[in-house]
């Protein structure tokens, strides 16, 4: 996805002159617009605690945590596979799948979303949920119910589109489902905007935010 490390760019001389890589850490993957570009839905205040603060810290955890271990060269997504489900490497799943969680919640969105879905994807939501309300209803009911932290997905389920919840940090990735587009809830996701007032954080966001084309990529 959009996850990215640093490259040769870093590089350490050798005694014999030659140059050799240096270890590659994760880095912050740029957001997709302004941090105000959301706004009045999700304000440049929420975006600077949410993406400055909390992406960015599990992206600095992550690199500490992988340092000098079999998971420091490998992707995103082979260590969120190599390390889910076993407690002893719950730490690192956990920053791994929050930095990937997030960086699809980022491009989930868009400024002036929202509206009409592609056609290609309308007749998919059509076809398993009825219509496109019903979709989004459906989206919204079970990022509302979920309970404490977590994420509501669109997602392909082979060929039919599913809609599914996650809690804390785990991902339709380790369950052979693919994301198409997610809502994050946890609380730092809005609290600022909208206090305890979820449910109107989340209809904003599918009525004015949500990035159908993005879901429509994801399709592939």
């Known amino acids: 996805m959009l996850i990215k490390k640093e490259s040769d760019m870093n590089k350490t001389e050798t005694s014999n002159s030659s140059t050799v890589p240096a270890a590659s850490p994760f880095v912050l993957a740029s957001l ?11 304000t440049a205040h929420t975006i600077g605690f949410h993406y ?48 990937w969680n997030h960086t699809f919640y980022w491009n989930s969105m868009k400024p002036k979303g929202g509206g009409e879905p592609p056609a290609a994807l309308k007749q998919r939501m059509e076809a398993a949920f009825g219509s496109v309300d019903a979709c989004k ?38 369950t052979g489902l693919k994301p198409l587009l997610t809502v994050d809830v946890w609380e730092h996701a809005y609290y600022l905007d909208y206090q305890n007032r979820r449910a109107d954080y989340v209809t904003a966001l599918l009525d004015k935010l949500i990035n159908w084309e993005f879901a429509l990529q994801n399709i592939g």
């Open 32 to 42: 997709p617009y302004a941090e105000s570009a959301l706004e009045p839905v999700i």
């Open 52 to 99: 400055g603060k909390h992406h960015k810290g599990y992206v600095d955890n992550l690199n500490k945590l992988v340092a000098g271990t079999e998971y420091a060269e490998l992707s995103l997504e082979k260590i969120i596979a190599a390390t889910a489900g076993q407690a002893e490497k719950a730490p690192i799943f956990n920053n791994a799948a929050q930095i």
């Open 137 to 174: 209803k459906e989206l919204a009911g079970t990022a509302v119910s979920q309970f404490g932290s977590g994420w509501a997905w669109l997602v392909l389920d082979g060929d039919k589109l599913k809609i599914v919840k996650t809690a804390n940090a785990d991902t339709p990735l380790t």
